[in-house]
């Protein structure tokens, strides 16, 4: 099957997940990633340790279809393996702060220096200028400082989601800004930086809030997870778990209010549009949590379908692991490891093309798996990697 992105070498600088699952969507649509890391392993990959090796879950999934390269570019010989690396590149992934970027040869001057059509993807917490360029941060950062987390959990207490989105985003709008500039060098043959960062992502998917502030000052609080621009949205309590009801829209209400079977909500001015349900959310939720008590989360599911209102159960990762719509359409790969004892689902690349899909073709690799391969491609004899070795170069 034809790879989108074959030919494509990446060399992928990333730590933990918004720099690294950016090399890895390249590398599903077919670029070669090498993923280049501490001599001794760097810490994303024993985040969460699963394996007898203490290779970590995240990096499960951050590494697969990536060669894996040992390296130390702070030294002078490293430095070298570098240039010669970025001499053989297209594309350059780091989410590093600015400043280490240029201490480590990796910022742009340096990088077409060597190869003038090279594409930087570059990735921060904060981007380049302003004063907060050269702060680190961790995805946490962006859903602290964009809104989200104030207008999670409750006034008493703001909530950072559990899984780490704004990184996944981040990750995300890399790999795309990264296509259009690979498209770009078809048609013009030069390189260019691709710019991400964690607070660019978060302001993004909070944006909404702002407008509406800068708007009309609208100065809203967290209210856990029921919806403020519409109703019935939020999680119940059922005999024997818990559910998600998400409404949006007149006709939706009303499948809602035929389903309780009370046309009054229908004819009250408190719930005449979305706007209007949503600030009067809490009233539709308190009926809607009485019925769902009442109901195991079963029962309330199927009569949910029955009458087409968005809902779904609140699973827990067994759950997740468990669910018949994941295993009907095959969504996690099951993929082998030194010292796993079972295969990791790893799920696969999560936009499916028609006719090119993204595909999980290697397991990820152990920590220096093919730093002899690569530097022997690179014109080193077995002797001098050897040498470099034992210097803790490779």
């Known amino acids: 099957m034809s790879k989108i992105l074959e030919g494509i070498r990446v060399l992928d600088f990333g730590r933990y997940i918004a720099g690294p699952y950016c ?11 090498i993923r280049i890391e501490k001599i001794d392993g760097s810490e994303d990959r024993f985040l969460s340790p699963i394996s007898d090796k203490g290779d970590g879950a995240l990096f499960m999934q951050m590494a697969r279809n990536k060669l894996s390269m040992t390296l130390n570019p702070m030294k002078p010989e490293g430095r070298k393996i570098v240039q010669k690396l970025v001499a053989t590149a297209d594309v350059v992934v780091a989410n590093l702060p600015p400043d280490t970027l240029k201490t ?13 059509d090279i594409i930087l993807t570059m990735i921060s917490a904060f981007g380049t200028g302003g004063p907060y360029a050269n702060r680190v941060g961790f995805d946490g950062l962006g859903q602290a400082m964009s809104g989200n987390m104030y207008m999670s959990g409750t006034p008493d207490q703001p909530v950072k989601a559990y899984a780490p989105f704004i990184d996944f985003g981040t990750a995300s709008l890399s790999a795309f800004g990264t296509m259009a500039a690979l498209f770009e060098r078809q048609k013009t043959g030069k390189g260019q930086i691709v710019e991400a960062s964690l607070f660019n992502t978060a302001l993004t998917m909070m944006n909404g809030a702002a407008i509406e502030q800068a708007a ?19 999680t119940f309590k059922t005999k024997d778990g818990w559910v998600l009801v998400q409404s949006v829209g007149g006709p939706l209400f009303k499948r809602w ?89 790893l799920m696969k690349t999560p936009v499916e093309l028609s006719e090119t899909p993204g595909e999980i073709r290697t397991r990820p690799p152990t920590l220096g798996e093919h730093t002899d391969q690569l530097m022997e491609e690179l014109g080193y004899s077995a002797e001098e990697i050897s040498d470099l070795r034992e210097k803790r170069v490779v």
């Not at 090399?23 to 990633?33: I, K």
Request: with cysteine; glycine share 8%; charged share 30%.
């Open 216 to 234: 009309i000052k609208r100065n809203r609080t967290a209210t856990l997870n029921r919806s403020q621009t519409s109703a019935p949205a939020d």
């Open 257 to 345: 209010a035929d389903l309780m079977g009370e046309d009054h909500w229908l004819e009250d001015k408190r719930f005449k549009d979305d706007i209007s349900r949503g600030d009067n959310g809490e009233a539709i939720s308190e009926r809607l949590g009485a019925w769902c008590a009442e109901r195991t989360s079963q029962e309330v599911l199927e009569a949910m379908e029955e009458a087409r209102l968005p809902a779904g159960p609140v699973l827990s990762p067994q759950q997740v692991l468990d669910d018949p719509h994941i295993a009907a359409k095959g969504l996690f790969q099951p993929v082998e490891y030194p010292g796993l004892d079972i295969p990791a689902p």
């Open 104 to 116: 480590m040869g990796l910022d742009y001057e340096s990088l077409a220096a060597i190869k003038p």
């Open 23 to 33: 090399g890895t969507l390249l590398g599903d649509l077919g670029a070669e990633v």
